[in-house]
């Protein structure tokens, strides 16, 4: 005999654009471009067993809901959306007792005086997942993601084991370039009060800072550096969590060409690639939870 | 003061072929055309928190002991290279406590009767993520990806709930279509005797045979109904999970053309899609641990 | 002083799905699933020079002419629709001279014996463009798309030029693969009369059988070969263009680990490859025209 | 009888990063991080038809050249180093008459004031194609690449015709937003004399300001305008080419939910889009010749 296990079900990837005309300070339109994610759970063993949909609210709707909500709440931050509207869908659907939403906001830096024009800003992709659920409250996890950075230099590595298949000479220069993506849980208590833009424009500029202000030895010493900066940049935050690809630029070997390569010429790889993930953690984090799924 | 928490880090993506010439049957070449990701974890501290590596197998060696032991096994099914490469990271590298090993595999088809001439199969990548921990023991997760597939009838949606942002139609014929991505867990007692390639393949003909015979009310139904008959024709299985994007096509009207649409004409939307997710379990199924992690 | 130059407009990949039911030959359904961009020439200066819009057909109207022209039409071959649609623009649109529509076909395979149920052809991406001009005439260029092939030896590469450069090592036996680019053009007069779906048919089975049957010194005598094979097989045609990336397979140096690498274990690599491009004639071919732009 | 037509090869999308260290003005380092395409033709029959590769220098040489030229051009302008190895190809192998070179430059941002530390910035990506032909001479075409734009108003779009499958509203107040994608061509009397990186700064810039400052009746007008205005701005320019995707941002009806949306929320939709497309031109602009094949 089977059972229905975990589940969930919503609406992926709607993506609104929230124009706010003339609300920003010196009168220029705000933008929010976001793309928006439903997942609602609850009593649902009755659609998977027999298709009966009774409790099954369309994710067509939920994608309504998400057009419409934009236009009451204005262009606010995505933490606040995100929290309205999981909020929203368990406390108006009576099967549902979780929803998860999650918003990526993709940037746009004003261009010239009008007020009204715009261009993508390519660097800068805000992430938020909130989790709401009936029975153990609501978490925040916030994040920046693909955040692409280089030292070309100031990184070491080396005083590592070597097995029979080991090969790869120590070094102590090499250029270090990865992907940040990086995760923050809010502490529950701050969720009521955090002021979210704030806290990601204080986390990027502290990952650019930090990353640019650390010798390196490992990309795991990279990555407890960024995560405990993070932690102490931001004090709203119990976690963080890190994704960060080795984007290896492999020196390349011009001698057979008659030429030294003194540190100058290298060649940016694809594939494979080293993958570190990490958690920094507060010493008195409560409780993930459901935060992270 | 903060602290490390969990973590892990391997070499992800390396794209090994492995040819075993001769070794079909009929005395074709066998191709293994693989994707794979290594990932470590144990007494990891030193380097995060001090760039100490004498703890760290680089990830350049992953990548060489993956070459290494696909030369040495041979063209085997992924399940068995990855149950092996887990295994050994773990025997041979004192502070790792546990190795997780995820593989692709892309299928390739014979083309005529050279025995060495292949077209690349695009339908069928095989998946298999292996977690192996010196503590709590060895588990094997297997699936399919993205097998896109399609039923212009015997699909059906309504009896939902409406609430003040429903505007969806109810309707008793739809095109049906999703992009299966399935994960089978097997039971732990099956690790040892599985026929790996048996379960694969009984697997694609289920979901193709399921998809094809159920008549769906909801795409949570249908998801139901794959993982129950996945768990009845595999009894070495025990959960299965399954997303199911739902590829919406919706019905374009022609109306203001003076022309009738009789369920011919539709309209394959990108975004955003209906995305549902869920578990299907054996009732006597034991705990995951650390399966999916 | 600036004029206006060569100029087109339209809508791109409209993803438009048409089922035919109960078509085939057994009663099962036929699905055409295509990816449609039209853009059309003619006099547009003035929407260039001023904004003035009185000859630009909306490019919504090119995407509701596509969907009504599947409901007219039916299940047709692809070269079908898109001369049909050329034709459409260039005759009812007074400022419009050119019509250029191009369509890519996804394949699905039935499976079971619902009649109504299809799985995604991965292997099989037809494609064709057609351009209709009031003054030159008509166009029609198809092919196939992606499809990836490989030789696990019969493949050799050596008696190159060495320049101060050169650290390639020539060899008597390496994998070949590559993913055919397939362009080919049919004669002017051919257009009234050939059979679509015999010659997309004809032309794959030439390219994967020709690919088998060829023993390679170089991807340009492969490109040639296949040209040449399709021109033979399909008289209806009078040019194949073709782009071949090298997918290289490089064999690993296990050497380091006390192991032979007896053609065995390779990595797949992604950037750079090699990419060869080429064009293969009948002699009496006419003039390309307007067919390629 | 069938013959070789137009062809040409070459090694594609050779990643090569090239670090001047301290080499900028205040001491820090300049990065050129490029994706080269090399694409070499001449008398290559013998390859073509028997697999006779004496005239065939291995793609693995052109990458080899091109670390090496790196070494020793430095951190150039990528019109320079194309230009420089279109150039060495032509001239050192007796077979090649033509070669083109294609650079792709992705543009990094300082980060603090280490002098080694940097973002890659998402908003530029440089390009450059050169074609060296022994018998035609040389020509230049540089631009840039998906430069998201969006103007949140100052947008029309009506006056044009109705067919029968005209169904669109006219629009007094829209949003314009596309992914610039320019080219221009250098007069040939410019190569030899042009600041590339001048040219670069200038383009991009009236690129952004040029759409900032356009009320736009069209896309084909904002076409047009971009382009006169980068004629315009950099005299050395002969011609420019621009696509423009019109990345459509709906306005969602909000009415079966009680709202009213004044032009508030948007859906940004994927597919279809209207695709403009068009040449600008000096009206003494020589003839293009090879520069954009």
Same mark, same amino acid.
């Given at each position: 005999?089977?059972?229905?296990?975990?589940?969930?079900?919503?609406?992926?990837?709607?993506?609104?654009?929230?124009?706010?005309?003339?609300?920003?300070?010196?009168?220029?339109?705000?933008?929010?471009?976001?793309?928006?994610?439903? $997942?609602?759970?609850? /009593? %649902?063993?009755?659609?998977?067993? @027999?298709?009966?949909?009774?409790?099954?609210? #369309?994710? +067509?709707? &939920?994608?309504?809901?998400?057009?419409?909500?934009?236009?009451?709440?204005?262009?606010?931050?995505?933490?606040?959306?995100?929290?309205?509207?999981?909020?929203?869908?368990?406390?108006?659907?009576?099967?549902?007792?979780?929803?998860?939403?999650?918003?990526?906001?993709?940037?746009?830096?004003?261009?010239?005086?009008?007020?009204?024009?715009?261009?993508?800003?390519?660097?800068?992709?805000?992430?938020?997942?909130?989790?709401?659920?009936?029975?153990?409250?609501?978490?925040?996890? $916030?994040?920046?993601? /693909? %955040?692409?950075?280089?030292?070309? @230099?100031?990184?070491?590595?080396?005083?590592? #084991?070597? +097995?029979? &298949?080991?090969?790869?000479?120590?070094?102590?220069?090499?250029?270090?370039?990865?992907?940040?993506?990086?995760?923050?849980?809010?502490?529950?208590?701050?969720?009521?009060?955090?002021?979210?833009?704030?806290?990601?424009?204080?986390?990027?500029?502290?990952?650019?800072?930090?990353?640019?202000?650390?010798?390196?030895?490992?990309?795991?010493?990279?990555?407890?550096?960024?995560?405990?900066?993070?932690?102490?940049?931001?004090?709203?935050?119990?976690?963080?969590?890190?994704?960060?690809?080795?984007?290896?630029?492999?020196?390349?070997?011009?001698?057979?060409?008659?030429?030294?390569?003194?540190?100058?010429?290298?060649?940016?790889?694809?594939?494979?690639?080293?993958?570190?993930?990490?958690?920094?953690?507060?010493?008195?984090?409560?409780?993930?939870?459901?935060?992270?799924?």
């Amino acid at each position: 005999m089977v059972q229905v296990g975990a589940n969930r079900y919503g609406k992926a990837e709607i993506r609104v654009v929230r124009v706010a005309r003339g609300a920003a300070p010196d009168g220029s339109d705000v933008i929010r471009d976001w793309n928006v994610s439903t $997942s609602l759970s609850g /009593d %649902l063993d009755g659609t998977h067993l @027999t298709g009966d949909n009774s409790q099954v609210l #369309p994710t +067509d709707s &939920h994608k309504n809901r998400v057009y419409a909500l934009a236009k009451e709440l204005g262009a606010v931050e995505p933490e606040t959306f995100a929290l309205e509207l999981a909020s929203f869908f368990v406390s108006s659907q009576e099967p549902i007792s979780r929803a998860r939403i999650s918003v990526e906001e993709y940037g746009w830096t004003p261009i010239g005086a009008t007020g009204y024009s715009f261009a993508r800003a390519g660097d800068l992709v805000r992430t938020t997942t909130v989790v709401h659920d009936a029975a153990t409250g609501t978490s925040v996890v $916030s994040g920046i993601k /693909d %955040l692409v950075v280089m030292n070309t @230099t100031a990184s070491e590595f080396w005083g590592f #084991p070597k +097995d029979a &298949h080991t090969t790869l000479a120590e070094t102590k220069d090499r250029i270090l370039a990865t992907a940040v993506n990086a995760s923050w849980r809010f502490r529950p208590d701050a969720v009521a009060t955090a002021d979210w833009a704030a806290v990601a424009s204080t986390a990027k500029q502290t990952i650019l800072g930090t990353f640019a202000g650390t010798y390196s030895y490992s990309l795991q010493q990279m990555l407890y550096t960024l995560g405990s900066a993070l932690l102490s940049a931001v004090p709203e935050l119990c976690e963080v969590r890190l994704e960060l690809p080795n984007k290896h630029h492999f020196i390349v070997d011009l001698a057979p060409f008659g030429l030294e390569n003194e540190r100058e010429v290298y060649h940016a790889d694809d594939r494979p690639y080293g993958l570190i993930e990490g958690s920094v953690l507060a010493d008195d984090a409560p409780e993930a939870g459901l935060a992270w799924t």
